[in-house]
């Protein structure tokens, strides 16, 4: 490391009395010794690296700092700090490491994403296996555009949760149906969904064409079919029926608040807190039974902390499921979820929830 003690002697010259194109030199001088050893230094030595470079890539221009991310974006053992800096600096800066650096974390893309904007994250986009901490948080973030981009990212992966706004999103938005079209990814329960989108994008679409008759008789088509269809789902929600009735009763009498959703839950009527919440929450009853008893166990967090309610209501209705959803770790688990679990996000995806479901 002799040559990196010269350099350090030389940058001290440099940073004190040099001009800006005698710094942008020894930083080419060091990033040149850097890349060229990289490959066999310990931490210790990428330290020594991390902070020279960085304390001279804050003091040169905007050209020179982008050809030090494009240098080191490709460098499996960058040193950390400088490669941050350098991806929270302007976009003609961050861009190289943004999509190319393997330095950078799932908690650093988000923070990034999270202090910097569409910009950053559109170059966030184009990473090879984004990862779904980062797809969850560009997608609510992120606005049309970017969930368009990250949408397309073939490599990049969604937790069920993210691919579900995706979807709910893809009812009113027929260019995302297409690019969803393209993924090999989705659940077959969203399969169903989107297809059902897909089909009423397209019936809206031949409406639009038709003469005023033919439109409706098109509308009446569709009618028919939807009886059909509520028809088939009569046995399914008949189990329902005393419990809703009895609910509705409530809710008419002014009494069926949070209060009495936890009782329900806390007591094991499952089937009467299920309409409770489908009710107070106004959602369809085979979504909420989803919410509550399906796979998807952060559901039911996103609807009590959207509907503002306490986590001990929410645990009571965690405690209907079956199987390992109710168990102590995986309660503690949702609880921790739940407290980190913003009120606006929670709103905005029961909003998507609410949109989904009357589309159905």
């Keep these: 490391m002799s040559s990196v003690s010269a350099l350090l002697r030389d940058l001290e010259a440099t940073m004190s009395r040099g001009s800006g194109d005698e710094r942008v030199q020894i930083l080419m001088r060091l990033t040149d010794l850097f890349v060229s050893s990289a490959a066999g230094m310990g931490d210790d030595q990428i330290s020594v690296f991390d902070v ?48 190319g650096s393997p330095v950078l974390s799932d908690q650093d893309l988000v923070a990034i994403s999270a202090a910097k904007g569409r910009d950053h994250m559109l170059a966030i986009t184009e990473r090879v296996d984004l990862g779904e901490p980062v797809t969850d948080f560009l997608i609510l973030r992120g606005g049309r555009v970017v969930t368009h981009a990250v949408a397309a ?50 019936r809206r679409r031949l409406a639009a064409t038709l003469e005023p008759a033919m439109a409706s008789a098109v509308d009446g088509a569709v009618e028919r079919s939807a009886h059909a269809v509520s028809a088939e789902l009569q046995d399914d929600l008949g189990k329902f029926s005393a419990a809703l009735a009895e609910i509705k009763r409530l809710h008419d009498a002014g009494k069926l608040d949070e209060a009495k959703v936890a009782e329900l839950a806390g007591t094991g009527a499952t089937e009467h807190a ?25 559901a039911v967090l996103l609807v009590g902390r959207g509907l503002g309610w306490s986590w001990e209501t929410t645990r009571a209705l965690i405690g209907l499921r079956k199987g390992d959803g109710k168990s102590a770790p995986a309660v503690e688990r949702a609880r921790q979820s739940f407290r980190t679990l913003t009120p606006v996000t929670a709103q905005r995806v029961l909003g998507f929830l609410r949109m989904r479901d009357g589309a159905q």
């Design 274 to 298: 299920i309409c409770a919440v489908a009710i107070l929450a106004r959602l369809g009853l085979p979504a909420t039974e989803q919410i509550i008893l399906g796979p998807d166990r952060d």
């Design 153 to 202: 990212n073939q490599t990049a992966r969604f937790s069920r949760h993210g691919m579900g706004v995706l979807v709910m999103r893809a009812v009113q938005d027929d260019a995302l149906q297409t690019t969803l079209g393209t993924r090999g990814d989705i659940p077959a329960e969203l399969v169903e969904q989107l297809t059902l989108a897909a089909k009423n994008s397209a």
């Design 52 to 99: 020279v470079i960085g304390r001279l890539a804050r003091a040169i221009e905007t050209r020179a700092r982008i050809e030090l991310s494009e240098r080191l974006a490709a460098v499996p053992n960058a040193p950390g700090g400088v490669v941050r800096q350098l991806a929270l600096d302007e976009i003609a800066v961050a861009r190289p490491v943004l999509v």
